[in-house]
């Protein structure tokens, strides 16, 4: 382990600091653990290279503050002038002295030659005191943690095989936040217990409870023992106020604070018990959430989780369901506070949003768990962050427990709540899936007399028609939907109505002219409303509508002004579906290992968002972009993965909308089927994290100078593999419908084919495509 320990830059701020003859006390300061000691050390040993002279007390065994400052005292030279040269004094664990703090600043003052360093876990609050906070290890990319984490591990379980649990001690860096004491601890435990069983023991609130090397000094024998120390020294008023701060989750805003506890905490007081736990590190000053002035705070983790444990066990703090009440009630408000804006409204909303995140969780599950009619309300705002962030399975799931609650909320929050799990379910899966749902919730606003909420549902509706049934069920449903929604002045939605009916005319071959107007009144609209998120699906069709007729410049100009768009605003969600369109159309312009760059950084997004029906997308285009770069066997695998998350998912058959049908016929073609079978079945045990691994310098390399595999085999007349297959059921005398139903497709998607295929091989009827099918040798094969 490297000497410095991770504190390496530390080291060299401290020591410049006590160069500068202004600094006479610099305290360094933290929580317990978290390597004030350690740090102060290292600084001294540096400081005694270059020829200074360093002493060096211990105050934590004194008995008392008195005690302690008489050994302060005797460890300062006899004579405050004595010696010419610059003196500096260790003194560790100066919490000891604070009680008696304006005495320790007198008597400092007397020794204008000595420069105090100390450690402590709380600020003196002296006139001529520095401060310097000692921060946990960075867990940004978690190199120094992980690298301590595992030089203490190696002690105990150096035959456990700890490099091939990277993620799971990665994960347990993170979940105590950098904490060194706690780093070294949890290490110990893999003397009992396996990586994996010591993070879900974390993740249950153990950390507390873990206990150290016997050898360690008393006061870090565990966390519990580390911040009793720490809590003891608050007075009471401030350690209620810690209990009852602790129902924050992560960064919370004074202001918030202020709300939360404004039955039992006045603002004088609050402000003074809120600055007396940040002197002593129970708490943090933060930015602001919103990047604005406001001041917020932070509590770390392990202050956290013994906070509640005191919360639980101080009867006469505001603590259980008054205190989470009041918390749900304020985050709750936040949520539903600008839930149906648009434009950038919208954006402010869904940023609030995402950074309250932990908090706006709480509050739902403790309204779930109270079975509080606000939780259908709280449930069904959140959807469009739901659908924003690609969290479809979190959403569905608690949509779920909501739902389920007995008779809780109204009506009409009853119905929003059933809208928003069936728009999550068509997203995570297929629109056909949540047609049903749709259906009884139109009827259910028509009942109640809402026409323009009916209106807005009919749009998800018809999405889910045509996705089932085709362009001709969903365009009366769209139609209806637009008229209603023009004539309430609802401008959002029919601006939205026209962007989905657009992008179903654009998947058929005999509507582009409608396609192509709605999609551009639909751009229009948005724009008017100062709309960018929602431009984008206008944008994605127009770009594939570009490319399947031929314009593959222009459509590569576009879907890359929508991707810029989209990673500008932090849209991960649409910025997969246009790097996945780019790909598309590389692909057929001959640039696979280009395509396979976007569809493996559209992987790395959806990943990132946990949208893991989109992964079948990616996974299967970028297995055609590796056949066509002749990397056969990794296709197989990729084909595999995929069908691994089609049948966890249930999406078999299943094509993402804007997504096409991809045609990976001729990876199985090229390769016997045993073969193929065991590179499918390697694929399905593989992971994300291992495609990203070795896929990337495999797309890199091909994406150089130099030799080829042979490209993948090509059928006659330009033809896909997929069209050979609708031209081979054509020739056996299949029904449209029956083509469907054989490769999973809609009706829509194969008459598209056939038009295709008509166009390629010079035909305009079945029996002549028959007949041509013959001629090619294609139904031999």
């Given amino acids: 382990m490297n000497d410095a320990g991770g504190w390496g830059d530390d080291v060299t701020a401290v020591v410049r600091l006590l160069g500068d003859p202004e600094v006479r006390l610099l305290t360094l300061v933290g929580i317990g653990g978290v390597g004030k000691s350690r740090l102060a050390r290292q600084v001294c040993e540096e400081l005694r290279q270059d020829g200074t002279d360093v002493r ?168 519990g023992r580390v911040l009793d120390d720490g809590v003891t020294a608050l007075s009471r008023p401030a350690r209620q106020l810690l209990a009852r701060l602790s129902v924050f989750e992560d960064r919370f805003a004074y202001a918030a ?93 869904a940023r609030r949003v995402e950074e309250e995140l932990p908090d706006v969780r709480a509050a739902l599950r403790f309204l779930i768990d109270s079975a509080d009619g606000r939780a259908l309300d709280l449930a069904a705002a959140l959807r469009g962050h739901w659908l924003g962030r690609g969290r479809l399975r979190e959403g569905i799931g608690l949509l779920d427990e909501v739902l389920a609650l007995p008779a809780a909320g109204d009506g009409t929050a009853r119905l929003r709540a059933r809208e928003a799990h069936a728009v999550l379910t068509g997203a995570s899966s297929s629109y056909a ?34 996705e089932a049934h085709g362009f001709d069920r969903a365009e009366p449903l769209y139609r209806e939907a637009i008229g209603v929604l023009d004539a309430a002045g609802d401008r959002w939605w029919a601006a939205r109505a026209r962007s989905l009916l657009g992008a179903s005319a654009a998947a058929t071959e005999t509507h582009r002219a409608l396609a192509r107007t709605a999609l551009d009144e639909a751009v229009r609209g ?52 246009f790097l996945n369109l780019l790909a598309d159309v590389r692909l057929t312009r001959g640039e696979a290992a280009q395509a396979g760059g976007h569809h493996l950084d559209s992987l790395r997004l959806v990943e990132g968002i946990g949208a893991r029906p989109r992964y079948v997308w990616c996974l299967e285009g970028l297995a055609a972009c590796l056949d066509d770069l002749g990397e056969t066997h990794w296709a197989a695998r990729l084909v595999g993965m995929s069908r691994a998350v089609r049948s966890q998912l249930t999406l078999d058959g299943w094509v993402e909308f804007p997504a096409r049908a991809i045609d990976l016929s001729s990876v199985e073609w090229n390769l016997s089927r045993p073969v193929f ?105």
């Fill in 56 to 223: 060096a007390v211990e105050l934590a065994g004194a008995s008392g503050p008195e005690a302690a400052l008489a050994l302060l005292t005797d460890a300062l030279p006899v004579d405050p002038a004595e010696g010419a040269a610059l003196q500096v004094l260790l003194a560790e664990n100066l919490e000891a002295v604070l009680p008696l703090a304006p005495a320790l600043g007198t008597l400092l003052a007397g020794y204008p030659r000595v420069t105090v360093l100390a450690t402590s876990r709380a600020a003196g609050r002296l006139t001529d005191e520095h401060l310097f906070r000692v921060n946990p290890l960075d867990v940004t990319d978690g190199a120094a943690a992980r690298e301590l984490f595992l030089w203490h591990a190696r002690r105990v379980a150096y035959q456990g095989g700890l490099d091939a649990h990277e993620q799971t001690v990665t994960a347990i860096c993170r979940l105590l936040e950098g904490h060194p004491l706690a780093l070294i601890i949890a290490a110990r435990q893999l003397a009992a217990l396996p990586a994996e069983a010591l993070l879900a023991r974390l993740r249950e609130g153990w950390s507390l409870s873990m206990k150290g090397a016997v050898d360690l000094p008393d006061r870090h024998r565990s966390l």
């Fill in 257 to 349: 604070a202020a709300d939360v506890l404004a039955e039992e905490e006045s603002d004088e007081a609050l402000w003074e018990g809120v600055s007396e736990l940040v002197a002593h590190e129970m708490l943090r000053p933060a930015p602001a959430a919103d990047g604005s002035s406001g001041i917020a705070f932070r509590m770390p983790g392990v202050v956290r989780e013994y906070a509640r444990r005191l919360a639980r066990e101080d009867a006469g703090a505001q603590t259980g369901d008054a205190l989470r009440g009041a918390h749900a009630r304020y985050f709750g408000a936040r949520v539903l506070d600008g839930h149906e804006e648009h434009g950038a409204a919208a954006e402010i909303w």
């Fill in 433 to 466: 899936h949540a047609l049903p749902a749709l259906q009884e919730c139109a009827d259910g606003w028509k009942d109640a007399g809402e026409t323009t909420a009916r209106a807005r549902t009919l749009v998800d509706l018809a999405a889910a028609e045509f």
């Fill in 526 to 577: 948005f724009r008017e409303l100062g709309e960018s998120t929602w431009t984008h699906v206008p944008y994605q069709q127009l770009g594939r509508m570009l490319h399947e007729e031929g314009h593959d410049v222009q459509a590569i100009a576009l879907l890359s002004e929508g991707l810029g768009l989209a990673q500008r605003n932090g849209d991960d969600w649409n910025a997969s579906v």
């Fill in 677 to 781: 079978e065991r590179l499918c079945a390697e694929g399905a045990r593989l992971t994300v994290g291992d495609v990203l691994a070795e896929v990337s310098p495999l797309l890199s390399a091909k994406g150089s100078p130099g030799p080829r595999k042979e490209r993948r085999r090509r059928h006659p007349d330009g033809l896909t593999g997929r069209e050979v297959q609708v031209l081979r059921l054509i020739a056996s005398g299949a029904t449209s419908r029956a083509i469907a139903s054989e490769l999973f497709i809609s009706i829509e998607t194969v008459g598209r084919h056939i038009s295709n295929l008509y166009r390629k091989i010079g035909v305009s009827g079945r029996a002549e495509a028959t007949a041509h099918a013959i001629r090619s040798g294609l139904l031999e094969e």
